[in-house]
């Protein structure tokens, strides 16, 4: 992996993303979208991870993270693993995801360790937020990009995103509400 994408700051922010194979379509079905939620939480209690922005989209997950204690791309790893087995479990016992399980099945033929299923792209991105502009940048874009992509008309409106805790409204998960001067999404 190039320098390029390695977290090797550990008391800075990322922004960082990571996507199903194929783009598939999985985190708009609650079910998943709960694996990815509890996971998080399970972060922020036991690998000091601070989310200061996220959007669980239909097929990719955008984070603002900080980790304190463990390298990031260590969490992160561990986090992809998981949600792996548990996708995995459930894309297995209903049939219904059928189309799913197949396409995870034919992305793990594809390389060489010995997998029967493949969830995740490699990597998670990271880029640095190494000043107040980039963060706000990339907040921004997290919190539009369920607008952007024609799930809602406004970004309060989507239930999987930080936007709502920065609102005041009810969200899924608790996070690091940044007290930056944020403009208006």
Request: charged fraction near 25%.
């Amino acid at each position: 992996m190039s320098e390029k994408y390695k977290a090797s700051e550990p008391d800075s922010p990322y922004f960082i993303t990571f996507t199903i194979v194929e783009w598939i379509h999985l985190f708009d079905i609650e079910e998943f979208a709960s694996i990815i939620v509890e996971s998080l939480k399970y972060c922020i209690s036991y690998k000091s991870l601070s989310i200061y922005g996220y959007c669980i989209m239909p097929s990719h997950v955008h984070l603002i993270v900080q980790s304190h204690v463990n390298p990031l791309g260590n969490v992160i790893r561990d986090l992809k693993k998981y949600t792996s087995t548990q996708i995995t479990d459930v894309v297995k016992r209903e049939e219904r995801y059928g189309p799913q399980l197949r396409i995870m099945q034919y992305e793990a033929s594809k390389i060489k360790r010995n997998k029967f299923f493949k969830v995740w792209q490699d990597g998670f991105h990271p880029i640095l937020l190494f000043n107040n502009k980039i963060f706000i940048q990339k907040l921004n874009y997290i919190h539009k990009n369920p607008v952007k992509a024609g799930l809602v008309r406004v970004p309060e409106e989507y239930y999987y995103s930080s936007v709502r805790n920065y609102a005041g409204l009810e969200a899924p998960l608790e996070i690091v509400v940044e007290s930056r001067e944020l403009s208006r999404v």
